[in-house]
């Protein structure tokens, strides 16, 4: 099958890309490969897929409709599964413009172009953070979601809702996923496992907000590309739920989808796997809560299991494990 996927410079979008690659399909990759974190870093994934024939990528920004839809024009893709974003919850406190700019009009252009090349599934990332306010636990599909505390969250969902919209209006089967704070290698040097370990290897205190007292459903890269994989052989039908806890929308072929390990470890004990992994204690400076942060996260992934027959199971161990080793490699520290 021709897949697009926006945000193949990106952690997930390179990792989800190389899966589907290695197993023989062919990817067309979209990304503006933005300064927000080290572009080199964006362009070493990138060479990763280069080394793949039925690899196509193209550098633009989701706000540029006209560009957008001559690269559509030209793959006329089956699938399309959109992972880019402006990321980083702390960030949107800075400057939400470019939140609003890529997450929701860059999204709403996404989407449009779905419409016209009648795609088989649209699959859009979101984001655990939609849940906002809520802290009935753990976080299901179809629990309520009306009070975001971040611009980053109330974009996510803004696109969420245009994709609805686009999935009752044109019948664009849409399967919208919420991402329970993935990590692994090759991950995003603004979020807390790489920020944490770049501490390490370096001497200097890491920061631990709300003095430690979080949980997070961490999720490892490689099963959440995996879900991806098989979650794109499954579209949505409309009145066709697979169970009675089904986000399956009673009007659309669209449904929301939890990608999580269902399983919220204390932060205080993912540091100290890094520390093991890294071979020392860290220096911690003990901070407050950041303004929209959440103090817990926790998936049900039961409606993933029920669409594919998987279900995330990676241990923190292992995949801090694996992230430690390939930042050992990349950065050439530690040995």
Same mark, same amino acid.
């Given at each position: ?12 979008? @390179? ?6 690659? @290695? ?15 080290? $572009? ?59 939140? $609003? ?16 090349? %009648?795609? !088989?599934?649209?699959? /859009?990332?979101?984001?655990? %953070? ?13 629990? &309520? ?10 974009? &996510? @969902?803004?696109?969420? /809702? ?6 009752? /209006?044109?019948?664009? *089967? ?8 993935? +990590? ?13 370990? !770049? ?13 430690? &007292? ?38 659309? *072929? ?23 992994? $890294? ?10 809560? @950041? ?15 029920? /669409?594919?027959?998987?279900? *995330? ?13 390939? +930042?050992?490699?990349? +950065?050439?520290?530690?040995?």
């Amino acid at each position: 099958m021709k897949v697009l996927i926006t945000g193949t410079a990106g952690f997930i979008g @390179q990792n989800l890309a190389m899966r589907l690659l @290695q197993a023989g399909h062919e990817v067309v990759g979209i990304d503006s490969i933005t300064p927000y974190y080290d $572009v080199s870093l964006k362009h070493d994934r990138l060479a990763r897929l280069a080394q793949f024939e039925q690899f196509t990528q193209h550098k633009t920004c989701l706000e540029d409709f006209e560009v957008l839809s001559k690269i559509f024009a030209e793959a006329h893709p089956d699938f399309v599964v959109h992972l880019a974003a402006q990321a980083g919850v702390r960030y949107s406190l800075e400057n939400p413009r470019a939140y $609003v700019e890529t997450n929701v009009i860059g999204s709403f252009n996404v989407t449009e172009l779905c419409r016209e090349y %009648s795609v !088989k599934h649209l699959v /859009l990332a979101s984001t655990s %953070s939609a849940y906002g306010a809520n802290d009935r636990y753990p976080f299901v599909e179809t629990d &309520k979601a009306s009070f975001p505390l971040t611009i980053y969250a109330a974009t &996510k @969902q803004a696109s969420e /809702l245009i994709a609805h919209s686009h999935s009752h /209006l044109h019948n664009i *089967p849409t399967t919208v996923l919420r991402f329970f704070t993935v +990590y692994g290698p090759w991950g995003r040097p603004d979020m807390a496992f790489f920020l944490f370990t !770049k501490a390490m290897f370096e001497g200097r205190p890491i920061k631990v907000f709300n003095e430690g &007292k979080m949980a997070r459903d961490f999720t490892y890269v490689d099963d959440l590309t995996r879900s991806i994989e098989l979650l794109l052989d499954v579209p949505p039908v409309t009145g066709q739920p697979v169970s009675k806890t089904d986000s399956l929308s009673p009007v659309a *072929p669209y449904r929301l989808v939890n990608i999580g390990n269902a399983n919220p470890v204390p932060l205080m004990d993912f540091i100290a796997e890094i520390e093991r992994a $890294v071979g020392v204690t860290a220096q911690k400076e003990m901070l407050p809560m @950041q303004p929209g942060d959440v103090s817990k996260t926790f998936a049900d992934s039961d409606l993933l299991q029920s /669409l594919t027959g998987f279900r *995330p199971s990676t241990s923190v161990r292992d995949g801090v494990q694996a992230f430690v080793d390939w +930042y050992r490699d990349y +950065y050439a520290v530690g040995r």
